[in-house]
């Protein structure tokens, strides 16, 4: 069974910077994309970052492409999305997905219908 814990966020001041764990268990078999989405108020769930787990496919949306990086620990199957320089526009609930597809990583944007598996987020707000 997978089960996705994320951990790390908080409260920053803008220009800040936050790393996110993402800790996967039940994703050994195979391969896969982990992904992590956002969530802000009134606002719908976007993809922000994916790692596939053999490396070979990583997506990052463009508006946090110099700012934000997607890593893997793979002895501790525990993925990381690395933010810096955060931006108001960044404050959200983060929450990591999985899908047994590694290419979704590899794809122009990160569609959540098709993550089956969900973490319960993490928020990260950020204000002055």
């Known amino acids: 069974q997978v089960h996705l814990v994320e951990s790390g966020g908080d409260s920053v001041q803008p220009g800040g910077s936050l790393t996110l764990s993402c800790a996967a268990s039940g994703i050994t078999s195979g391969q896969w994309c982990v992904a992590w989405f956002r969530q802000a108020p009134m606002h719908s769930r976007e993809g922000v970052a994916g790692?596939?787990?053999?490396?070979?496919?990583?997506y990052i949306r463009d508006e946090v492409f110099r700012r934000f990086t997607v890593s893997r620990d793979a002895a501790k199957n525990t993925f990381y999305l690395e933010m810096h320089d955060l931006k108001s526009e960044d404050d959200g609930r983060y929450y990591c997905?999985?899908?047994?597809?590694?290419?979704?990583?590899?794809?122009?944007?990160?569609?959540?219908?098709?993550?089956?598996?969900w973490g319960q987020g993490t928020q990260v707000t950020v204000s002055s």
């Open positions: 790692l596939s787990t053999d490396g070979g496919y990583r």
């Open positions: 997905a999985a899908v047994p597809a590694p290419w979704y990583c590899g794809r122009v944007y990160l569609d959540d219908i098709e993550f089956q598996h």
